[in-house]
Nanobody, 124 residues
Framework: QVELVESGGGLVQAGGSLRLSCAAS????????MGWFRQAPGKEREFVSA????????FYADSVKGRFTISRARNENLVYLQMNNLKFEDTAVYYC?????????????????WGRGTQVTVSS
């Protein structure tokens, strides 16, 4: 079993920055690929970013590319999402997720383990 706990969300003005953290615990978390998803009110959950188990391959949705950076500290079972130049449309609940499979990293169905989410609100 893998447990994921997100933190770092909050209220920020447009153009500001936040860093989300995901603390992972459980069986051999360092062997999992990790991802961040988000869900805005009235919208479906969408892929934001992913990082492989070694931390040397990262992937981003087009909407956040160049503004967000995903990273992981494997020895500490932590995954981060640095979010810069935030926009109003980035407002959402952000979820951390973990998967073992090497399938489509942007497909939420590939991730069996999820955190409860952290709210990010960007004021315009």
């Amino acid at each position: 079993q893998v447990e994921l706990v997100e933190s770092g969300g909050g209220l920020v003005q447009a153009g500001g920055s936040l860093r989300l953290s995901c603390a992972a615990s459980g069986r051999t978390v360092i062997t999992y690929h990790m991802g961040w998803f988000r869900q805005a009110p009235g919208k479906e959950r969408e892929f934001v970013s992913a990082i492989n188990l070694y931390g040397d391959n990262t992937f981003y949705a087009d909407s956040v590319k160049g503004r967000f950076t995903i990273s992981r500290a494997r020895n500490e079972n932590l995954v981060y999402l640095q979010m810069n130049n935030l926009k109003f449309e980035d407002t959402a609940v952000y979820y951390c997720a973990a998967r073992l499979s090497s399938g489509d990293r942007s497909d939420s169905r590939q991730y069996p383990y999820w955190g409860r989410g952290t709210q990010v609100t960007v004021s315009s």
